[in-house]
């Protein structure tokens, strides 16, 4: 039997923690459910310099437990599993999940994206620690230092180049011997002094203990071996929305992101999508924080104006 709430919200990360402050606020019964910890990628980061309200920075982990806290003093409830599936039922959405299910009224989506990985030793157990797929959340740290950066795309073009306001120098590692990235793009990073390309590379190990200390390599063509010394890598090879089970269901983009409104509607009536999920967020915790606002705000008016209550 699945268990009845006004509002049910995917996704326990900066977007659908602040949807679910604004949801019990607003006295709709609400359920906010996550498949992993809460904070989502906030969780992994050390120190957020960027989020107003702390002059000296915030744990990401921290906040999120804040986050949390705050929603759950106004009712929020806290509900585990993965979501896998959204279907109609009897004007209502049913929210299947690996635990359970659940019948809302109104569904927010804040399922966020996660960061592709590289995949090779040392990478997970060293992000946070010089390990980084957020230039703008984690540059600043490397002041001076020598850094890298992998990708050859648009973001690892734009995302690098902002890494060279801090960084003494900054290496652009690409599997290939010429980038994907816009010309215009291509450019700035060639005449940029700061910004050395390595060639049909890819790495293979990040080395160091409780920091980065270095890169281990390998060139796809003569497959030779080489370490270069860094203090941080910054990886940019695409991101992956977790909207895999929404297909079918929402417009999307061709990379996965839901199309939504000014107020976070997307195409179903009644089904919101908020934070990085969306297309054309601008992937900070800040904005998530206001996407969950927006849409909490417009689910309790479209219960309201639905359900005459
Ligand atoms: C290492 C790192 C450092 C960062 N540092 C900063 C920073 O300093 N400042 C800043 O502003 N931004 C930073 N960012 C970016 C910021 O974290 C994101 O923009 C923000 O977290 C997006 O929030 P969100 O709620 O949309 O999604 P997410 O944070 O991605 O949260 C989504 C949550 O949904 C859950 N979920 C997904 N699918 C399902 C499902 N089917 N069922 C149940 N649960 C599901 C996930 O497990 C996750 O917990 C950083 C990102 C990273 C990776």
């Known amino acids: ?179 994907r990235a816009s010309k215009i793009l291509q450019e700035r990073a060639f005449a940029n002094p700061k910004m050395e390309f390595v060639w049909n590379t890819v790495v293979t190990e990040v080395l160091g203990e409780d920091a980065v200390t270095g890169l281990r390599l390998r060139n796809v063509v003569t497959g030779g071996e080489s370490t270069l010394p860094v203090a941080a890598i910054f990886i940019f090879i695409g991101l992956h929305p977790n909207s895999d089970y929404l297909k079918g269901l929402l417009r999307m983009d061709e990379g996965g992101h839901i199309y939504v409104s000014d107020w976070m509607d997307t195409e179903a009536p009644g089904i919101f999508a908020a934070g990085d999920i969306r297309v054309n967020s601008s992937r900070q915790v800040v904005s998530a924080a206001g996407d969950g606002a927006t849409a909490a705000i417009k689910a309790d008016h479209y219960i309201t104006d639905t359900f005459k209550g």
Do not use: W
């Open 1 to 179: 039997m699945a268990q009845d709430h006004d509002i049910v919200i995917i996704g326990a990360g900066p977007a659908g923690l602040t949807a679910g402050l604004y949801a019990a606020r607003a006295r709709r019964r609400t359920i906010l459910l996550e498949r992993n910890v809460t904070g989502g990628q906030i969780a992994l980061t050390s120190l957020v310099e960027n989020y107003p309200g702390f002059p000296d920075g915030v744990n990401g982990f921290d906040l999120a437990q804040a986050m949390q806290q705050q929603a759950e003093k106004y009712g929020m409830e806290m509900g585990y599993g993965e979501v896998t599936a959204i279907q109609p039922k009897d004007g209502r959405h049913l929210v299947k999940t690996t635990e359970g299910d659940y019948l809302a009224k109104s569904v927010i989506i804040t399922g966020g994206a996660d960061y592709n990985r590289l995949g090779v030793p040392g990478e997970e157990r060293l992000t946070g620690r010089g390990v980084s797929y957020c230039a703008t959340c984690d540059a600043a740290f490397f002041k001076d230092q020598v850094v890298a950066v992998v990708g050859g795309g648009d973001a690892a073009m734009d995302e690098g180049l902002f890494v060279t306001r801090y960084a003494s120098k900054v290496y652009v590692i690409h599997r290939r011997d010429q980038l």
